[in-house]
């Protein structure tokens, strides 16, 4: 008996980067000022400036700066997470993240999915020979992060001024020859093909979607009609509220019929958002999703993103037994209403109380 209190299902997380050693408050700073967020990377800040940091950071550190994050995220309702690497750049640095996710999925009981994101930024050294820089993404880190097991999908940041949809196509190409799946940064400052390159790879997820077309739109529909299941999109509303650029079309991408998803996209760059909660109010007030459209995008369609539907996203026979209890009644439609609010009571995973 919980005394009046509701019960959801625990939320989906389906993009994250909290592998990070530091935040980055200099760039919120020169943002507000009125610097863009491609400018500063184009000057070697960014993901280059986070990278620099993390390759410098020890393993344990980075591991318990992490795993603090996700217990953040858990309180707050959160039992399954993906979580990329990105930040390390050299070889020796994305193994690093990627064993920190392990011992994360190891420690936490959570659902805890890893992604191998090596092309996330062209390091300094590669500055004008991108393409020398995907050899060693494909060459050199890709057989090492199958053969230690470290990753379950690859992604590429598929956008102008990172990596172009000839290389984003190469590198999945690679890893599916290598059993791995991929979900890509698609179309975050530009209509710039990612839909396109994700489709014809059969990613199970196109992730940002700022800038989307009715071309896109339909692209991502046929595709749910393709054999691998369809590529969903993911909208990362964090990510536009922080960098103030356009939010991902959801009203839209729900009307064509298709399994919107929505992820907190948590990083020291774009969205320092750790709460899922916070992401749901977003969505329906930026995008125009109802609340029960945006419960749907957090839960169920994030599950189908990491395709493990099966297992997490609802409360239903054969599912885990992660769920939470809330503070509010009508909590589907009180969440979204009350942002920045934990609504959150407990949270119980694989049906023990997290504490
Ligand atoms: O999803 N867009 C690429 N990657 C991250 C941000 C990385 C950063 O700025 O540190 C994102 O927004
Ligand atoms: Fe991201």
């Given at each position: 008996d919980l005394g009046g209190l509701e019960v959801l299902p625990g939320l989906v997380d389906s993009h994250t980067h909290?592998?990070?050693?530091?935040?980055?408050?200099?760039?919120?700073?020169?943002?507000?000022?009125?610097?863009?967020?491609?400018?500063?990377?184009?000057?070697?800040?960014?993901i280059l400036n986070s990278a620099r940091k993390l390759q410098a950071m020890s393993e344990d550190d980075l591991y318990v700066q992490a795993a603090e994050r996700l217990r953040t995220m858990i309180a707050h309702g959160t039992t399954t997470v993906e979580i990329k690497s990105g930040y390390g750049l050299t070889t020796d640095s994305e193994l690093k993240i990627l064993r920190v996710v392990k011992r994360l999925k190891q420690d936490f009981d959570i659902v805890i999915k890893a992604t191998f994101l090596g092309a996330h930024g062209i390091p300094t050294e590669f500055k004008g020979e991108p393409d020398r820089y995907v050899d060693l993404v494909v060459e050199d880190m890709l057989p090492k992060v199958v053969a230690e097991g470290l990753a379950d999908h690859i992604d590429v940041f598929c956008d102008r001024g990172f990596f172009?949809?000839?290389?984003?196509?190469?590198?999945?190409?690679?890893?599916?020859?290598?059993?791995?799946?991929?979900?890509?940064?698609?179309?975050?400052?530009?209509?710039t093909g990612g839909v396109q390159v994700a489709?014809?790879?059969?990613?199970?997820?196109?992730?940002?979607?700022e800038h989307c077309?009715?071309?896109?739109?339909?692209?991502?529909?046929?595709?749910?009609?393709?054999?691998?299941?369809?590529?969903?999109?993911?909208?990362?509303?964090?990510?536009?509220?922080?960098?103030?650029?356009?939010?991902?079309?959801?009203?839209?991408?729900?009307?064509?019929?298709?399994p919107f998803a929505m992820a907190t996209d948590f990083n020291p760059g774009s969205s320092p958002i750790a709460s899922l909660q916070v992401v749901w109010a977003l969505g329906c007030t930026q995008q125009k999703l109802l609340p029960a459209e945006g419960f749907c995008a957090v839960t169920c369609n994030a599950a189908l993103a990491l395709r493990c539907e099966k297992?997490?996203?609802?409360?239903?026979?054969?599912?885990?037994?992660?769920?939470?209890?809330?503070?509010?009644?009508?909590?589907?439609?009180?969440?979204?209403?009350?942002?920045?609010?934990?609504?959150?009571?407990?949270v119980f995973i694989n049906g023990c109380l997290f504490v």
């Open positions: 909290i592998v990070f050693a530091a935040p980055r408050h200099e760039e919120f700073e020169m943002r507000i000022r009125g610097e863009s967020y491609e400018a500063i990377a184009a000057a070697g800040g960014g172009t949809v000839e290389q984003t196509d190469r590198i999945l190409k690679a890893a599916a020859a290598m059993g791995l799946p991929s979900k890509i940064h698609a179309n975050e400052l530009g209509l489709v014809a790879n059969g990613s199970w997820s196109a992730d940002h979607l077309s009715e071309v896109e739109i339909g692209l991502l529909r046929e595709s749910m009609e393709m054999g691998y299941g369809g590529t969903v999109p993911v909208g990362l509303p964090g990510t536009s509220y922080f960098l103030g650029i356009p939010y991902a079309p959801g009203r839209a991408l729900i009307d064509a019929g298709l297992e997490v996203g609802a409360l239903a026979a054969g599912q885990r037994a992660n769920f939470f209890t809330t503070k509010t009644v009508d909590a589907v439609k009180a969440i979204p209403y009350f942002m920045g609010q934990n609504h959150c009571h407990e």
